[in-house]
């Protein structure tokens, strides 16, 4: 049995009615800004009625999506309406190759089902222990929480029903990360550029303030990252990203030539994702409305996107020559695609999840049920057309830098 598979085609009938079913999908970001993907086993269809090799050809279709960057894959195994058969497990574990393998930074499985666990068992004998590495199998969603920040609604309504019924024992590891959990002081991540400022000594009314760890950063990979192929794709070791962000949180002095630049680059992202007000407030970018593309888009867009920053802006200054100081290093970035890759469309798929995002001020658990499955499929759907109307958006002030930003 061949390993090989072709991906089904997006303009096909057969692609369109198997992503109505919501098999896998994208969720948001996890906490060093890698992309976040669900499989869930719930939402596989009968197998009486559904071609499975299409179902296959469909995921490997989704995955091309993002293998060719860092990302992370969360399975609910349970509960499952319809089993796959034995030999296509095996099957699909094959095909997904060392193409879909290698940028995968974590496999969290979720209710590891017996049929599952057999299956993942068998298929680790035949695989490298640096892959098995990647595998987590966690009993609950408690355990997910404790290792990744899922936002409700991309949790299936019949996983939560299901967790709900299981017997709540914290393990051991659950137990001790919870005792090891203390509130972290940070003189740099995740606090408002206004309290940044202040900590620097700095007038909060100076409009041209740009933290000085971040001008460290932006330096750092303007000296060495520029030209590197994938820069912002790839992550680096989970441990060395979080010892250098910790560094930088208690004031202590980080020399960036000792760390691979992959972890500078991931420290920028990270920084943009943890501000507590984000750089552009996701309902500005919704009252944008649909903008053209960046590279035909006339003077009276670039006139209308001027006034309504201004205006967006106006009590926030500080903000503004943040994102001003943002878009201008990232488009010096793109300057360099030639040899890293990293286009302006590429880098709005990176930035634009980091960069764009609701002031929520609400407590966001894992038990906030949404009130369907349908209700909580409508809000995936929505943050995926969220996101493709903030990329439009992050590309022209990107693009159209020059235009945009004078005097401003």
Not at 147 to 156: D, G, K, R, V
Not at 169 to 190: D, E, M, N, T, V
Not at 191 to 215: H, M, Q, T, W
Request: aromatic residues 10%; glycine residues 2%; contains cysteine.
């Amino acid at each position: 049995m061949s390993s090989k598979m072709i991906p089904l085609s997006r303009s096909s009938p057969e692609y369109k009615g198997i992503n109505a079913l919501n098999i896998i999908y994208e969720a948001g970001l996890d906490n060093e800004s890698r992309p976040i993907l669900v499989l869930c086993a719930n939402n596989l269809p009968n197998p009486n009625v559904y071609d499975y090799d299409l179902i296959l050809s469909f995921i490997i279709a989704r995955l091309d999506e993002f293998v060719q960057n860092d990302y992370v894959l969360i399975f609910f195994s349970s509960p499952a309406k319809h089993q796959p058969g034995w030999m296509w497990l095996l099957k699909a574990y094959r095909v997904l190759d060392r193409k879909y393998k290698k940028n995968l930074k974590a496999l969290y499985v979720v209710h590891l089902s017996r049929t599952y666990r057999i299956v993942f068992d068998l298929a680790n004998k035949i695989i490298s222990p640096k892959f098995a590495r990647k595998l987590h199998y966690l009993p609950n969603l408690e355990a997910l929480h404790d290792n990744i920040q899922l936002a409700p609604q991309f949790i299936p309504q019949s996983v939560i029903l299901y967790d709900s019924q299981l017997p709540a024992i914290p393990s051991r590891q659950q137990f001790q990360q919870r005792q090891q959990k203390r509130p972290l002081p940070s003189l740099a991540f995740g606090r408002k550029v206004e309290d940044l400022a202040s900590l620097e000594g700095k007038d909060v009314n100076d409009y041209d303030f740009i933290p000085a760890f971040v001008i460290q950063i932006v330096n750092h990979i303007e000296k060495h990252g520029l030209d590197k192929e994938g820069i912002f794709r790839k992550s680096p070791s989970s441990d060395e990203l979080q010892s250098v962000k910790s560094a930088f949180n208690y004031g202590m002095p980080v020399d960036l030539n000792e760390h691979d630049i992959d972890v500078s680059a991931a420290l920028l992202k990270v920084f943009i994702r943890e501000l507590p007000i984000p750089l552009i407030d996701l309902k500005f970018s919704e009252d944008m409305g649909a903008l053209p593309d960046a590279s035909i888009c006339t003077n009276d867009t670039i006139i209308k996107v001027k006034s309504k920053l201004a205006a967006e802006y106006e009590s926030k200054r500080v903000y503004l020559n943040l994102l001003k100081y943002i878009c201008h290093f990232l488009k010096e970035v793109s300057s360099h695609a030639s040899k890293n890759k990293m286009n302006i469309y590429n880098l709005s798929v990176v930035f634009t999840p980091n960069m764009i995002r609701m002031i929520n001020n609400e407590d966001r658990s894992y038990m906030k049920i949404p009130e369907s499955q349908q209700s909580a499929l409508a809000d995936a759907a929505i943050y995926l057309k969220q996101m493709n109307q903030g990329m439009a958006l992050v590309q022209l002030l990107i693009m159209k830098y020059d235009e945009i930003f004078s005097m401003q």
